[in-house]
């Protein structure tokens, strides 16, 4: 997922089809727009109050677009990180998309949990502590087969006119 990530997405929407995130949808501007009429601030507001007041987790501005995609904190998020994901236009102040990432089929929901199990953060303190003892029995298993390796190697050597 994370080294392959265009095939696995592909493969995951061959059997479930995944919503592509909105600001991913909108056609690029022929000049990129840095002067907006709706600034940062002005965006950050629009999404706290259609959001019901919930936190912003994440903004970010794409000039190409003239929009913003903004995360916000939800209930429904499996990690610590905001994953209901807002679009504003940059000009108008429209939310034109706001979902959350696992809203949608199955594919949606797949690929939503792929990060908080990899770092652990999707089960809390119990799932990260889980993926810290996998690592270190990961370790473990590796440092003991080089060790059964060298010996068996060091054996055949000696044996050998």
Do not use: C
């Amino acid at each position: 997922y994370f080294i392959w990530y265009g095939p696995v997405v592909k493969l995951v929407d061959s059997v479930s089809p995944i919503t592509p995130r909105h600001i991913f949808l909108l056609p690029n501007q022929e000049l990129a727009q840095i002067d907006t009429r709706i600034d940062m601030a002005a965006a950050y507001n629009i999404a706290k109050q259609v959001g019901g007041g919930a936190n912003v987790d994440m903004m970010r501005f794409f000039p190409l677009k003239n929009a913003y995609e903004l995360r916000i904190f939800d209930p429904r998020d499996i990690d610590p990180h905001g994953r209901r994901m807002m679009v504003i236009d940059a000009f108008k102040g429209e939310v034109l998309s706001d979902r959350h990432i696992t809203e949608g089929g199955a594919g949606n929901q797949f690929m939503a949990w792929q990060y908080p199990l990899h770092s652990g953060k999707g089960f809390g303190w119990p799932g990260r502590m889980l993926i810290f003892f996998s690592g270190l029995v990961l370790i473990v298993v590796i440092v003991t087969g080089v060790k059964i390796w060298l010996r068996k190697r060091i054996v055949h050597q000696k044996s050998a006119p």
